[in-house]
T-cell receptor, first 113, second 105 residues
Framework: ETGVTQSPTHLIKTRGQQVTLRCSSQ?????VSWYQQALGQGPQFIFQ???????GRGNFPPRFSGLQFPNYSSELNVNALELDDSALYLC????????????FGEGSRLTVL | GIQVEQSPPDLILQEGANSTLRCNFS?????LQWFHQNPWGQLINLFY???GTKQNGRLSATTVATERYSLLYISSSQTTDSGVYVC???????FGAGTTVTVRA
């Protein structure tokens, strides 16, 4: 059984650019959730995908968007990057959208200059 | 959203000591998890415990959902137990601020 994997692990972008982060869910899981963790703060919920549909969203602007694929892997896209988007982006997978244990990947650390 | 309070914020232990970490929350929850966050930020699952009691080696946890709190027990602490322990609730994972545990040899 493979765990949750994220790529890339680190990346640097400049303000105004676009970024795509990827997440492969744990085997057998159909739900992926994304979180942003700024330095010194707790993770903040961005959105969740369940069976390829967005299934809940936190307080993030539309320039944060995502996709889930038939194999339940997922992408997080951020357009028009701002300096405050610098953070650790965490992906978690679970079986089911409302209950069940979440398992996290190691995260993608984004720096926006 | 649900408010989560963890206490104490910091805990210094001598190796071999026992300790209790507490997580209070403001509303009923469907999910509650305890994590250990490593220095690189990765969240390591400790317990999925929306109610009841579980044990895993020297760690155990109890959630009393009707009284809106959860406890994480560390027994016979070791230096490798050092780190940040975080309580998180529901799908949106409202996270507590964490308890930073330092175990001294």
């Amino acid at each position: 059984e493979t765990g949750v994997t994220q790529s890339p692990t680190h990346l640097i972008k400049t303000r105004g650019q676009q970024v795509t982060l990827r997440c492969s869910s744990q085997s057998g899981h159909n739900t992926v959730s994304w979180y942003q963790q700024a330095l010194g703060q707790g993770p903040q919920f961005i959105f969740q995908y369940y069976r390829e549909e967005e299934n809940g969203r936190g307080n993030f602007p539309p320039r944060f968007s995502g996709l889930q694929f038939p194999n339940y892997s997922s992408e997080l896209n951020v357009n028009a990057l701002e300096l405050d988007d610098s953070a650790l982006y965490l992906c978690a997978s679970s079986l089911g959208s409302q209950s069940g244990e979440l398992f996290f990947g190691e995260g993608s650390r984004l720096t926006v200059l | 959203g649900i408010q989560v309070e963890q206490s104490p914020p910091d805990l210094i232990l001598q190796e071999g000591a026992n300790s209790t970490l507490r997580c209070n929350f403001s509303d009923s929850v469907n999910n509650l998890q305890w994590f250990h966050q490593n220095p690189w930020g990765q969240l390591i699952n400790l317990f999925y415990i929306p109610s009841g009691t579980k044990q895993n080696g020297r760690l155990s946890a109890t959630t009393v959902a009707t009284e809106r709190y959860s406890l994480l027990y560390i027994s016979s602490s070791q230096t490798t137990d050092s780190g940040v322990y975080v309580c998180a609730l529901d799908r949106e994972l409202s996270f507590g601020a964490g308890t930073t545990v330092t175990v001294r040899a």
